[in-house]
């Protein structure tokens, strides 16, 4: 912008440029007189070209504060600036839930003097329209005030504080009790306990009968899952990628939801991450949601001083705790048509957003959720690191597309999620009481007829690079997956109805069968290396269906290993890591924790079902990216292309 003030030659070419697209951009007279004409006339081809107001783009450029052109733009017009301090609940005359949503519809009304006053908040090209509506009716010019959104946001959440801790933490138990893992049946607890007596009663008669049965319908439970794993992985590679390539000012709004809690280390990441997002900064809407005694991460924001949108929100403190919780707080006030989920360690790549765009602008509104690449950037931190990074390119570079090429149910990965935000709000958004919320929301969008797709964009995560941290977090997806089966099972009829066959089935062997194998691991490898130690004398005097079970548990288990080090060596070729695939060989020892951690998470799920552990980012040693636009060679090339350059670039 500094070129443009002092290069008379270039201010004429934009003014030029501006007259000839016939941009009129009255709202920003009012600030004639504090900012220079090269600027404003920038700032007026830049609107064109995005299809905002002037206004915004001088705000997200940092020229001018939100509330100081608010100011200007009110007394220009002769209009009121509303403050909407010392206002009482009783001066607004909707209920509390139409004063939740005004801060997305950026509009509330008031009572003032006996007289309605609508209060004004200005976004997009508001401000072109009320110069515009009030040119031509200046009589109502009494009736407008203008505020700025943070006055807005502040005024709601002080008198709508009940309804927005309703909406977080209960709503989709009261309105959807059937999808919500926080409703506990006696039907449920009763059907149990009945299945628990006749399985007693069962091996009180004839236990060798029942645990051969038991055990050959466990082992060809895994070899279905097996299968599709394999089936996934003959139909992958083909997943969305760019082709619309849409133009800034057909980019619609954009909101990301980022929820955070004990966070600080990892904020500076997360901001020049979100910095460096290839999207019109004046389309963007971010939400951070933090929780109100965390006061390390709030000061690690403010430290950062990065003037981009971003708004800090403060969840509900009522229980539970939890991230989807959080989630729920800030989308009342999401003001993008879509909206997207960001973990405090993600990076995604540049363009992510462009894509995720793209990909529901050329589908129908059955589209409701693309779920981007997870990988995992510290990979060389600890073994773990790298079974972890195996482990993510066979689910996320392999299997999952191969579920959404075949519109398959997916059950999402907890980031880089992007939405509809209409779908999801009517899918009743995150469940407060499933703590992989993912995972659940995945499947439920399925219920209700909509469709999720995997986009080629790739975000990196970190990875927990020491045992602790890695067992908690797995102990809480397991437990989390638990819920999410209990909770679509409740009726299995409909559920059979509401997926079809392909998709029921993927639903237990995906949610259901990856808990039970992670359960029984443990039984069958101690079975199945107890067996083979006891020496051939043994086997031989062994009945023919006891060598059966012994060959089912080694077919098993090998089958098992087999497809899951193809997927991983797949998706590691696929990400050009295959330097990594010799932590495959820990493979065996990897399940046997995955077993230990499912194991952790059935104990926790009775005792503690709704117990967040909590993740902690920031501690990553080491990056393929090798800092923030610097990618090391370890860049993957999955899409077979780089981001086009900008052309304003």
């Known amino acids: 912008m500094g070129a443009v003030e002092t290069d008379p030659a270039l201010l004429r070419q934009f003014a030029d440029r501006v007259r000839s697209r016939l941009v009129r951009c009255h709202e920003i007279e009012c600030v004639r007189h504090r900012i220079s004409p090269g600027i404003l006339a920038a700032a007026e081809l830049r609107a064109a070209e995005i299809g905002t107001g002037a206004d915004q783009v001088l705000i997200a450029e940092g020229h001018i504060t939100e509330e100081a052109y608010a100011v200007d733009l009110a007394r220009w017009l002769g209009l009121s600036f509303e403050p909407l301090d010392g206002l009482g609940r009783s001066q607004v005359p909707i209920d509390d839930v139409d004063l939740m949503q005004a801060v997305a519809a950026r509009t509330l009304p008031l009572i003032v003097d006996g007289r309605l006053v609508l209060t004004v908040v200005l976004r997009a090209d508001a401000a072109r329209h009320l110069v515009t509506f009030l040119s031509a009716h200046p009589q109502l010019a009494p009736q407008v005030r203008i505020t700025t959104m943070e006055r807005l946001q502040r005024f709601v959440f002080h008198h709508a504080a009940d309804v927005i801790e309703y909406r977080a933490a209960h709503a989709l138990k009261a309105e959807f009790p059937a999808y919500s893992a926080g409703t506990r049946g006696g039907g449920r607890l009763a059907a149990l306990t009945a299945a628990a007596a006749v399985l007693g009663a069962a091996l009180w008669f004839n236990a060798r009968a029942v645990i051969t049965a038991v055990d050959i319908a466990l082992a060809l439970i895994f070899l279905g899952w097996t299968g599709l794993r394999l089936l996934g992985a003959l139909t992958t590679g083909l997943m969305w990628r760019r082709r619309a390539h849409l133009s800034d000012i057909e980019l619609p709004a ?9 966070e600080a280390a990892a904020v500076p990441q997360l901001l020049q991450a979100l910095r460096r997002l290839d999207y019109p900064p004046e389309k963007l809407d971010i939400k951070l949601v933090l929780e109100p005694d965390d006061q390390e991460t709030l000061l690690a924001i403010s430290k950062c001083g990065l003037n981009y949108p971003l708004e800090i929100i403060f ?12 989630l729920n707080a800030a989308l009342p006030f999401a003001r993008g048509s879509l909206i997207a989920v960001y973990d405090a360690e993600d990076r995604p790549e540049r363009d992510q957003l462009r894509s995720a765009a793209e990909a529901f602008m050329t589908h129908d ?9 997870l990988t995992i950037d510290n990979t060389a931190d600890s073994w773990l690191t790298r079974m972890f990074t195996a482990e993510y390119a066979g689910l996320f570079d392999v299997f999952l597309p191969g579920l959404a090429l075949w519109q398959l149910p997916l059950p999402l990965g907890g980031s880089s999620n992007h939405f509809r935000a209409e779908a999801l709000r009517r899918a009743g958004a995150w469940d407060p009481h499933n703590v992989t919320e993912d995972a659940d929301l995945g ?7 909509y469709r999720t797709a995997m986009i080629s964009s790739s975000t990196y995560e970190e990875a927990p690079a020491r045992f602790g941290p890695w067992l908690r977090q797995r102990t809480r997806w397991f437990k989390g997956w ?26 237990q062997l995906v949610v259901g069968g990856t808990v039970l194998a992670s359960l029984v691991h443990l039984i069958f490898a101690a079975a199945l290396a107890w067996e083979l130690s006891a020496g051939a004398g043994l086997l031989r005097d062994k009945a023919v269906t006891d060598l059966v079970i012994t060959g089912l548990h080694g077919t098993t288990l090998i089958t098992g290993y087999a497809i899951s080090g193809v997927l991983a060596m797949i998706g590691l070729a696929r990400r050009r890591l295959l330097r990594f695939g010799w932590a495959l060989a820990l493979m065996p020892l990897y399940w046997l924790l995955l077993s230990l951690a499912a194991w952790r998470a059935l104990f926790q799920f009775v005792v503690a079902p709704y117990r967040w552990e909590k993740t902690e980012h920031g501690r990553a040693v080491t990056s393929r990216l090798g800092g923030y636009g ?8 999955f899409a077979g292309r780089r981001r086009r350059p900008r052309a304003d670039a």
């Open 254 to 262: 954009y909101s990301i939801i980022v929820a955070l809690y004990r």
């Open 315 to 326: 969840a509900p403190t009522a229980a539970p705790r939890t991230k989807p919780k959080a």
């Open 365 to 373: 509104w059955r589209l409701a959720c693309v779920q981007a690449r």
């Open 443 to 449: 499947m439920r969008l399925a219920r209700m007829g």
């Open 482 to 507: 638990m819920q999410t089966w209990l909770v679509h099972m409740r009726h299995p009829v409909r559920l059979v109805r509401e997926l079809g066959f392909p998709g029921f089935a993927v639903f």
């Open 630 to 637: 610097k990618r090391s060679g370890a860049t993957d090339t």
